[in-house]
């Protein structure tokens, strides 16, 4: 089992997220909630229950608002005990969120860009600036404001690991194995490579949670994270 893995389970309900955990067994201990079952499915009550049971568990919630009410918010997820935490990066949502973190066991992660975005995405969005040039803004902004680390692209990951130092994470989605669909991701990479980039945590979903052998497939991501193969 790697610790450095995190399954995505992007399912509709607790009872999906329940079944798909059991399968996966002790093969991953480390799960991400998102939009998808945080509000359609009970998100906030498995979270609670999978930190009971000794899991970890990084809610992908990516707050934005303003600071007294990004501040309350990440209180109120410190007190779940869960690991990580995401909010946009941008400045005053990093500062307040460190705020309300420190202190506690939560991790506050900046997203950068997401890993469904090209530079033709950034241009229709409004930005002056290509993914890698919006990416390093961020980074250096996540630095300064004292956060746990940054979501990024694993293409990008050495680049922001040039830019941040050893000590922060790097948690990167668009994480596909050898043979396995780009779905929605356009900026991807493989477990072995993107952990050579310089990531600490890879998010794993549909590689994991879609194959017929769920806890096999994360054993082989985990192998490949550390370089080896399974026999």
Do not use: W
């Amino acid at each position: 089992m790697s610790r450095n893995l995190i399954v995505a389970l992007d399912v509709d309900t607790r009872s999906e997220a329940e079944a798909l955990i059991e399968r996966i067994g002790d093969a991953v201990d480390f799960y991400k909630i998102g939009y998808q079952l945080y509000f359609g499915g009970e998100g906030l009550g498995l979270g609670k229950a999978l930190i009971a049971a000794g899991k970890r568990v990084f809610f992908d919630l990516k707050l934005l608002d303003i600071d007294n009410t990004v501040e309350k918010g990440v209180a109120a997820f410190a007190r779940t005990g869960a690991s990580f935490l995401t909010v946009h990066a941008y400045p005053k949502t990093m500062r307040a969120a460190q705020k309300a973190a420190a202190g506690s066991g939560l991790g506050i992660l900046g997203v950068t860009v997401l890993t469904s975005m090209d530079d033709s995405d950034l241009v229709e969005a409004g930005y002056a600036r290509d993914a890698a040039g919006l990416v390093a803004l961020r980074a250096e902004q996540a630095k300064a404001a004292g956060i746990a680390g940054l979501v990024c692209s694993p293409q990008e990951a050495a680049m922001v690991r040039g830019l941040i130092g050893p000590t922060m994470s790097i948690v990167t989605p668009g994480i596909r194995p050898a043979g396995a669909a780009l779905g929605d991701q356009k900026r991807v990479m493989g477990p072995k490579e993107a952990m050579a980039a310089g990531s600490t945590h890879l998010v794993v979903g549909r590689p994991i949670t879609a194959a017929d052998d769920p806890a096999m497939a994360a054993r082989q991501i985990a192998a490949e994270m550390a370089g080896t193969r399974l026999a």
